[in-house]
């Protein structure tokens, strides 16, 4: 269930202001105001500092951080203040704000900047460290970095109140930023088909997943105004020693949006996805909280039969070309085909790799000159197509690959590849391809785990079973 509350008048309105707020062109100078005031920081999140347990971090002012103030009366963001050296106390928990600002707003009738001027009763709010003077909180500049989860991780302070003395304002009291989004720092443990643990050299897109729709694309704080979403996506996601950091949002306008499930869903530059879940807590991710703990990345399947390798041996081949665990999944997905017995580039055979049909080609036994002609292969290569991939009657030498895993000229009855073993009918033979003379070709002998090559009349009627190469 998505939610979407969004005022895009106002939202157009304050990024154009601010992207001109630096040399506004005005008939009136705006006045210049000195604004003072005490301020701490929620300590929860802002991930500046990591404790070395791993586990902990704290909120600190920084040099160089930004604050905004924010006329809710006036709907009017002045100029932001920034941080020096000198105003930042107790190793970054507290700081005193002193600075210059003008309050200057774009009135479209006028087609002109205007300096406003606030009064006594005016309401404010702070931002501290928005990085966006829009304001709002934008998740497309995060990349799974510290860093950048840091500098998203943004506070705000709420319901201030300011003392308007000429053109001096000071907080009544000491002002108190709350942050805005939770910091998630999750450990991604990839496990790849056979369900071992790896490491994949690069993710070429992350993405984070709200099962209720409630998590947060950006928001507008000075107008309280949300954009949720059930996806948002990270590509070429930064990952240090197997961590993702992230700076979120939830919104939770229901209880039953509380019933939310957190998900990631990684794809690498192989193709594979691999996916994990957890319920959201029961009264939901709290702003200002840090989440750490790991995540089991389970693979799902793989879009590309160009980068088959050793693990994808006994999985699926779907008719979209993905590869599945097991049939199941891949008929979930779309309609379960072949079965890889062969991962390899063999000249004259295969590109990637070699995958048995789950079924026979024809419903009866056929001849050699049936098993080879315009009609059988065909007819059912045209009803089972594969992106990626290429039916055919296997020749000795594909049958000796997918069963042997090697070419030899005159193989001795020896043990079939296992995989093999789950979907070829026992005690039967299989028609290649290759002829011997004009009344003989060969075939494939199975049973009881055990194949060899026999040459045999080819007016004999036997199984016909296409393969795969890609």
């Known amino acids: 269930m998505k939610r979407l509350i969004i005022n895009l008048a106002f939202s157009a309105l304050a990024l154009c202001a601010c992207s001109r707020m630096e040399t506004p062109e005005q008939k009136e100078a705006p006045v210049v105001y000195h604004l003072s005031f005490q301020a701490s920081v929620d300590p929860q999140t802002k991930g500046i500092s990591f404790g070395i347990d791993g586990m902990s971090i704290s909120s600190r002012f920084m040099k160089d951080d930004k604050i905004y103030l924010y006329n809710i009366t006036k709907d009017v963001l002045a100029s932001p203040l920034v941080l020096t050296a000198g105003m930042i106390q107790n190793e970054g928990r507290n700081c005193t704000v002193e600075g210059d600002l003008t309050f200057v707003k774009w009135n479209d009738v006028k087609n002109e900047w205007e300096a406003i001027s606030p009064d006594a009763e005016d309401d404010y709010e702070l931002y501290y460290q928005l990085n966006d003077p829009s304001p709002r909180f934008d ?57 071992e643990t790896v490491t994949p050299t690069t993710i070429e897109k992350l993405s984070i997943t709200s099962k209720q729709g409630t998590l947060v694309n950006y928001n507008t704080p000075t107008t309280d105004e949300y954009t949720t979403s059930d996806k948002i996506d990270i590509d070429n996601p930064v990952l240090t020693e197997g961590n993702v950091y992230l700076s979120l949002s939830f919104y939770y306008p229901d209880e039953d949006a509380k019933n939310d499930v957190f998900g990631l869903t990684a794809i690498d530059d192989k193709g594979n996805l691999y996916s994990c879940s957890k319920k959201v807590p029961a009264t939901g991710f709290q702003n200002g909280r840090y989440y750490y703990g790991s995540c089991e990345m389970t693979w799902q399947e793989k879009n590309n039969l160009a980068t088959v390798e050793a693990s994808d041996l006994g999985n699926i081949i779907a008719s979209n070309g993905h590869i599945y665990a097991d049939v199941a999944t ?69 049958w000796q690959y997918m069963m042997w895993g090697s070419y030899t000229a005159s193989p001795s009855v020896t043990k079939v590849n296992a995989d093999l073993c789950t979907i070829l009918d026992n005690d039967k033979y299989f028609w290649t391809s290759d002829s011997v003379d004009a009344g003989n070709a060969k075939a494939i002998y199975f049973k009881d785990t055990y194949a060899s090559v026999a040459s045999l009349a080819k007016t004999g009627y036997y199984r016909v079973r296409a393969c795969l190469a890609f």
């Open 330 to 398: 891949a008929n979930m997905a779309s309609t379960a085909e072949a079965l890889i017995v062969y991962v390899g580039s063999v000249d004259g055979v295969c590109e990637h790799g070699l995958a048995i049909s789950l079924t026979d080609a024809y419903a009866y036994n056929a001849t050699y000159e049936q098993a080879t002609g315009a009609v059988i292969l065909p007819d059912w290569a045209a009803a089972h197509p594969i992106t990626g991939g290429t039916w055919r009657l296997p020749s000795e030498k594909d």
């Open 139 to 195: 998740y497309i500049n995060q990349d799974g970095s510290k860093d950048a989860a840091s500098e998203h991780d943004f506070a705000v302070a709420t319901g201030v109140k300011m003392i308007l003395v000429g053109e001096t304002l000071s907080a009544q009291g000491a002002v108190m930023f709350t942050n805005m989004q939770s910091m998630f720092r999750q450990q991604l443990v990839f496990k790849n088909s056979k369900n």
